[in-house]
């Protein structure tokens, strides 16, 4: 009897260790505090404590249960804050990077609804100085007028993610605008693929937003709430990227092109840049090289410059430019904790219409008084 019992129960408990294993919940993020000076914000210096510089800070939630036959449900809920105050990055917005969930195909892919990130951030970012590759915020085009550093999610989205099939991906992902009667009213989709051989990674995606400046606030963006930075009637966006590893090396070009027709406004960290608008249109060639290079195996150096050409018609018309150039370097103190010093430099050139000269606007500080802008930023960056 006492045999019985003592089999029963290493039975039972490796039951329950077999039905743990097959659920896990993981808890990641990333903090990153520091100092960032501005020679010009607004016509003033401005010496700041940054959250951000480099990588967005966050916090989130991971889950997956096997369901047997290679199929599993999963979820996440992630969220942005300010380290600084500790406020959420989005007001009123708890979750406001992702909150998704779904279910995943070992052979397929897989299928997600709620909070999520379009295909753009998904598949080319990685290959820019400002998405997943380098996580240098200050290093995104203007404005972050393709989203590659990722300024807003798409809510109410369905999502199809496929699984790897020897180094390719694909995607697409489709945002409703939950307003009865007005099926295009603040609307989101997109589609993109990567492909990775070795060395060499290539990706492409697209994004259009219709009617992201529109009083529907429940559709697929949010231009009021801290997210994203521009508000326009249409908004299209597209590119390609390509980066080569060699040894300690890695290199990497980018292109997107933005079209935003019908603009409402644009705003450049959380400060108005362009208000006023009444429908003019202004499209943006963004043209980017980056590369990195590590020197020991805890010291690296990260470099960008981009060119980007824009159009401005509807209000006047104009051919504004910014040059924008970044260099970063690195130092890990262990695996998940790392410090960096970074400068980037600004200028813009051109006319911007009846709105007069182009000014500069480095991503995520409010905009120069002046065609120049330069920024200095040091920080401490913890991942978990």
Known sequence: ??????????????????????????????????????????????????????????????????????????????SGFNLNNGRYSQNGTTFNRQAFVGLQSDQYGSVTLGRQYDSVVDYLAPLSAAGAGYGNNLAGHPFDNDNLDNSFSISNSVKYTSANYSGLRFGGLYGFSNDAGQFSNNRAWSAGASYDNGPLSVAAGYLQLNNSGSTNTNGAVNTGSGSANIAATLQRTYGIGANYVYGPATVGLVYTHTQLDGMQGISSGGTTF???????????????????????PALSLAAAYTFTNGKFSGDGSGDPKWHTVSLTGDYSLSKRTDVYVEGVYQHASGELGNFGSNIAAINTLSPSSTANQTAVAVGLRHRF
Do not use: C, P
């Not at 916090?59 to 369901?67: I, M, Q």
């Not at 608008?277 to 020991?296: F, P, Q, W």
């Open 274 to 296: 362009l208000g006023g608008l009444s429908g003019a249109n202004l499209h943006m060639d963004n043209y980017e090289i980056n590369g990195k290079y590590a020197l020991t």
């Open 1 to 78: 009897m006492k045999k019985t019992l003592i089999v029963a129960g290493i039975l039972g408990s490796l039951t329950a260790a077999a039905a743990h294993a097959q659920s896990s919940v993981t808890l990641y993020g990333t903090l990153d505090a520091g100092l960032v000076y501005s020679n010009n914000s607004q016509g003033h210096s401005n010496w700041q404590q940054g959250s951000g510089a480099l990588s967005d800070t966050y916090f989130g939630l991971r889950g997956s249960e096997d369901l047997g036959g290679g199929l599993h449900a999963i979820f996440t809920l992630e």
